[in-house]
Nanobody, 124 residues
């Protein structure tokens, strides 16, 4: 069982930055690929970024490339999402998720564990 707790969301102006964190319980954190997803009101949950268990492979949605960076610290059981140049369309609840096996995936249905989400609001 893995428990995930996100933090770092908030209200920011367009062009600003936020860093989201996701702390995981358990002793086998490096065995899990980690992903960030987001869901805006009235929209489906969408992939943002993912990282392999060892941190060597990363994947990004086109909307995140060049602006967001996913990273992880396995010693701290934490995954991060650095978000720069934020836009109003980035407004959503952001969720982190864990997939056993270490290979990052863009499909939310492949992830077994989810955090409760953290709200990100970008004002224009």
């Amino acid at each position: 069982q893995v428990q995930l707790v996100e933090s770092g969301g908030g209200l920011v102006q367009a062009g600003g930055s936020l860093r989201l964190s996701c702390a995981a319980s358990g002793r086998t954190f490096s065995s899990y690929a980690m992903g960030w997803f987001r869901q805006a009101p009235g929209k489906e949950r969408e992939f943002v970024a993912a990282i392999s268990g060892n941190g060597r492979m990363t994947y990004y949605a086109n909307s995140a490339k060049g602006r967001f960076t996913i990273s992880r610290d396995n010693a701290l059981n934490t995954v991060y999402l650095q978000m720069n140049s934020l836009k109003p369309e980035d407004t959503a609840v952001y969720y982190c998720a864990a997939e056993f096996g270490g290979v990052p995936n863009t499909n939310p249905y492949e992830y077994e564990y989810w955090g409760q989400g953290t709200q990100v609001t970008v004002s224009s």
